[in-house]
């Protein structure tokens, strides 16, 4: 069964925009992309909120399209994955993972 992991965060006061996003394209989605149990991997800036003047309450959002979720356990216990892990604890605030199942039809 295919499962998707949403991932909703804002960046830490100290962390540019600038510096994230550099660091979203030259580490984390290479990365997370080279991982068998993943199909895919994307992140979307937040830009507004559709019909209202409102700002988005998250910055950011990540989309990962497991195709095993057993597998991606085994992948993100690797130290490769566990120092971006990190990395990204330093660079977002109280990030949210939100586990989900593709409906099928």
């Known amino acids: 069964m295919r499962q998707k992991i949403i991932v909703l965060f804002n960046l830490k006061k100290n962390v540019t925009v600038e510096d994230y996003e550099k660091w979203a394209r030259t580490v984390d989605m290479p990365t997370v992309r080279s991982l068998k149990s993943v199909n895919n991997f994307d992140i979307?800036?937040?830009?507004?909120?559709?019909?209202?003047?409102?700002?988005?309450?998250?910055?950011?959002?990540?989309?990962?399209?497991?195709?095993?979720?057993?597998?991606?356990?085994?992948?993100?216990?690797?130290?490769?994955?566990?120092?971006?892990?990190?990395?990204?604890?330093?660079?977002?605030?109280?990030?949210?993972?939100?586990?989900?199942?593709?409906?099928?039809?």
């Open 44 to 105: 979307l800036r937040c830009t507004g909120m559709l019909m209202s003047e409102d700002a988005p309450p998250y910055q950011y959002i990540e989309i990962i399209d497991v195709n095993d979720m057993e597998q991606f356990g085994a992948d993100v216990s690797s130290p490769k994955i566990q120092e971006v892990a990190k990395q990204f604890g330093d660079i977002a605030e109280a990030p949210l993972f939100i586990l989900t199942e593709i409906l099928e039809n």
